[in-house]
């Protein structure tokens, strides 16, 4: 507990410097303003505001980093009460009952319980990764190459499993990713691997210019698709605070909300978009009000909220402590830490103690600003929402291209950025998931680097990934989650959830 | 007459095709052997297994039943990429301000409500609005404009 105590105050010197705070205040302003406008969501925020943080100190950037996150978080909740249109996926569910709310003139209430959710969620999720971070790094500093190898493959098959729609499809695309991951030079031989001879290329293709590509300008195609006119119908606000029974009515599902979260938003794979899923799905169940859920129910917006917000925080665990991705953001936060030239991995938490804990630190401060500030600059979200998108997507081209260039100071990366938004709007055609390509695109480099070494162990024989036994657990977990997939009950249910 | 999945089909042959590409370009590339892995060993891996997983997809497609792709906006992503690539292009001869107005007049035409005066204002509004942030507020190395000749 002292540890825990001295860990926090290390992380609060970090966080609780004035320019930190400043950077965390800037990123969640930033990320609720990306997160209110429709049509990007977090991967696509945080790629487009990637390049702006690559000159700060490495523990600042991941601090705006986080609250560009979490700000985008909020702000599709907010689009979501408010005009019936989920700015992130995440927040689909909280359209069942929030915008309900609103069409009641109850839009401020459904609001302030979302920030009352949120807020509560993301302090447990704090405290949670302040006592999980430490045993799980230190289980992880005995990781070798096998079971490092073992833990990316349950991680992608992971992502695979959790992905939308065909199984097979979403295995093409992890594989893809890796393939595409490995563009560039290889670093033990040396080699220049399919650049087609050009320098631009041999330090590999940037992941922020994967990520832009294809969830930025393949987003933007599909938007300019619906050639209906979007009524940009903004509910009334109404009184901001819940009443008495309404704060009875949320407490429940607040904490339910952030149990499950925070338990979903660890396990590879899993993060926001799951943990609302399930958390409205849970509640449904078990409420007594469960006749009114889609038609304004309260506990149809606190638990789903309290429950993205927490899985969103808890998943920075596996990313910070084993320098896995479980989703496609914290693959980009893995992307930022390698551009700062931090491994990462458990030797993050010790060698680079005031970054880890400034950054868990500042997830709480950023969650209190969001709090704070969000409530009160309502009126100032809902003006934005009026901003027509055919004036919107070009500023966000715009940003994206010089934010792209200024990568490198590349026009070829400008240009490979355009392939990639094609090839991600044929993805999206063809129903092919853009996650899990971005995981193994991440991962690919990693991967191919744990598997050369672990076969230089066993003077290459494969069988040392099940001669070793945690290994061999995580991928017995990798195969049965893959298993759980083949019953005829689970599918029914997984497609049932993404239909919703 | 059955109808194939087309959505399937067309993924499962862009599998198909990216892991043949790579499976030919990894040939220059030295296999070694499992215990010394060579560059070429995890590429050949992985584009073999992209390619079984490709066919696999077609093959499914073939035996599942038809499935429309959907509308297609070929003209808003051909133009939205091409926007991108006249950026990336005017960028290197004409200085930031000029790309920035391709840019923007170039993808605001793949919107359904595109007027010409407003795009126009939106171009030379962010255009101006670029030069200030980007170079002299942020200070990208970046020419605001650069003349030809």
Known sequence: ?500 | MHRPNVKDLLAGMLFLAFGLAFLLLAQRYPMGSARRMGPGYFPQLLSLLLIAIGVATALRALLSRAQPVGSIALKAIMLLSLAVVAFAFAVEHGGLAVAVVVLVLLSSAASHTFRLPQALALALALAVFSALLFGFGLGLPLPILRFWG
């Open chain 1, 1 to 500: 507990m002292a540890d825990i105590l001295a860990n926090l105050a290390t992380g609060a010197a970090t966080a609780l410097s004035a320019m930190n705070l400043c950077y965390c205040l800037l990123g969640v302003l930033l990320g609720t303003l990306v997160g209110v406008l429709p049509g990007l969501g977090p991967v696509a925020t945080i790629a487009m505001l990637l390049p702006a943080t690559l000159t700060l100190p490495a523990e600042s950037a991941l601090i705006m980093l986080a609250g560009i996150y979490y700000g985008a978080q909020y702000g599709g909740s907010t689009t979501a009460i408010l005009i019936n249109l989920p700015g992130e996926s995440s927040s689909v569910v909280t359209t069942l009952d929030g915008h309900a709310m609103a069409q009641q003139g109850r839009a401020g209430a459904a609001l302030a319980t979302a920030a009352i959710g949120s807020f509560f969620a993301g302090t447990v999720a704090t405290f949670i990764i302040a006592f999980l971070a430490p045993p799980l790094a230190n289980l992880a500093l005995r990781f070798q190459a096998p079971e490092y190898f073992s833990l990316m493959v349950l991680g992608l098959v992971a992502s695979v499993v959790l992905a939308q729609g065909s199984l097979l499809k979403a295995f093409g695309m992890v594989v893809l990713g890796l393939l595409l991951g490995l563009v560039g030079t290889d670093l033990t031989s040396g080699t220049q691997r399919f650049t087609f001879g050009l320098p631009a290329l041999s330090d590999g293709i940037n992941f922020v210019v994967v990520a832009m590509g294809v969830f930025g300008i393949a987003e933007i195609a599909r938007n300019l698709e619906d050639k209906s006119r979007r009524d940009a119908l903004v509910e009334e606000v109404g009184g901001l605070w819940p009443s008495r029974s309404d704060c009875r009515r949320m407490v429940a599902p607040i904490l339910r909300g952030t149990a499950l979260g925070s338990l979903l938003g660890i396990l590879p794979g899993g993060g926001a978009l799951l943990a609302a899923f399930a958390a409205y799905a849970l509640e449904k169940r078990v409420s007594v009000n469960a006749a009114e859920f889609g038609t304004g129910a309260i506990e149809g917006v606190a638990a789903p909220e309290a429950a993205n917000n927490a899985g969103a925080q808890t998943s920075f665990i596996p990313m910070l402590t084993l320098g896995i991705p479980s989703n496609p953001v914290m693959a980009l936060m893995i992307g930022a830490l390698i551009i700062h030239g931090i491994r990462p991995g458990p030797n993050v938490m010790v060698e680079q103690a005031s970054l880890f804990w400034g950054v868990v630190v500042s997830m709480w401060v950023g969650n209190l600003f969001l709090l704070l500030l969000n409530l009160p600059l309502i009126g100032l979200w809902v003006r934005l929402l009026a901003v027509p998108y055919h004036l919107l997507f070009p500023v966000i081209l715009v940003f994206s291209a010089v934010g792209v260039l200024s990568l490198a100071n590349a026009a070829m990366d400008v240009y490979v950025m355009a392939l990639f938004g094609v090839l991600g709007y044929a993805f999206l055609k063809l129903g092919c998931e853009p996650a899990p390509l971005l995981l193994g695109f991440i991962l690919g480099p990693m991967l191919e680097e744990y598997l050369r070494r672990a076969l230089t162990l066993s003077r290459g024989d494969p069988m040392i990934f099940l001669a070793r036994p945690l290994s061999a657990a995580m991928l017995m977990a990798a195969l049965l989650a893959l298993s759980t997939l083949l019953l005829p009950s689970v599918r029914a249910t997984r497609n049932q959830a993404f239909a919703e």
